[in-house]
């Protein structure tokens, strides 16, 4: 969990007023929280990046790869050989893999959402990607704002995946039209047995 400070022991590190930290926060010069109460919060990380103490501490990359079949499974195996290659190339180190079989519409990949909570660490510097569809097949603007909003970087390695496309495409929409069913006649059955109560 990441030390949340209030903006009175934030302006004390900081030398400045609290006036200016809420200046600040509705710039966007620094990042905040807020409690249930709706009081600010200002993780110990953005103090750190405000005193330029970020670089000594943001050290790790994030390696995310996936699948959405066990048939795939030796592209998994190349696809994750790729990108270390990249890492390798362009020095980085410290690095922690995160790789699943999964469909990219399935949000509750068990290593996409340890990576999503390893992002809120302090030392997390960048994310490294083959496709941006390997994050997810639906939304990686999004996952990508995020990362930027917590001065992490997503590093994308190609733009758009050709081989193999067709195949997840079908499948993914496939599970998209399954789950929405599965929904759909859910609530349906849940009709009934209030009618039949």
């Known amino acids: 969990m990441i030390e949340q400070l209030s903006l009175s022991k934030a302006s004390k590190i900081l030398g400045v007023t609290p006036r200016l930290l809420r200046m600040w926060d509705a710039e966007g010069k620094i ?4 409690t249930l109460g709706g009081h600010r919060r200002i993780p110990l990380s953005e103090i750190e990046r405000v005193q330029g103490k970020e ?15 066990n048939k795939q499974i030796d592209n998994l195996e190349r696809q994750l050989g790729r990108v270390l290659e ?13 790789k699943e079989i999964g469909s990219g519409l399935n949000e509750k990949r068990k290593q996409f959402n340890k990576l999503l909570k390893r992002l809120n660490c302090s030392d997390v ?14 939304g990686f603007k999004t996952f990508e704002q995020f990362c930027t ?21 079908t499948e993914d929409i496939i599970s998209l039209i399954a789950s929405y069913s ?8 849940g009709r009934k047995k209030k009618q039949n109560a």
């Open 55 to 69: 670089k000594n501490f943001r050290i790790v990359t994030l390696v995310y790869v996936r699948c959405s079949t």
């Open 125 to 138: 510097k960048r994310v490294v990607i083959e496709y941006k569809d390997r994050i997810s097949r639906f």
């Open 182 to 189: 599965g929904r759909l006649y859910g609530k349906r059955g």
């Open 31 to 34: 990042r905040t929280t807020r």
């Open 86 to 98: 990249y890492c390798a190339q362009n020095k980085y180190e410290n690095i922690e893999i995160y």
């Open 149 to 169: 909003n917590l001065g992490i970087e997503v590093v994308v390695l190609n733009g758009s995946e050709a081989k193999e496309f067709e195949q997840e495409l």
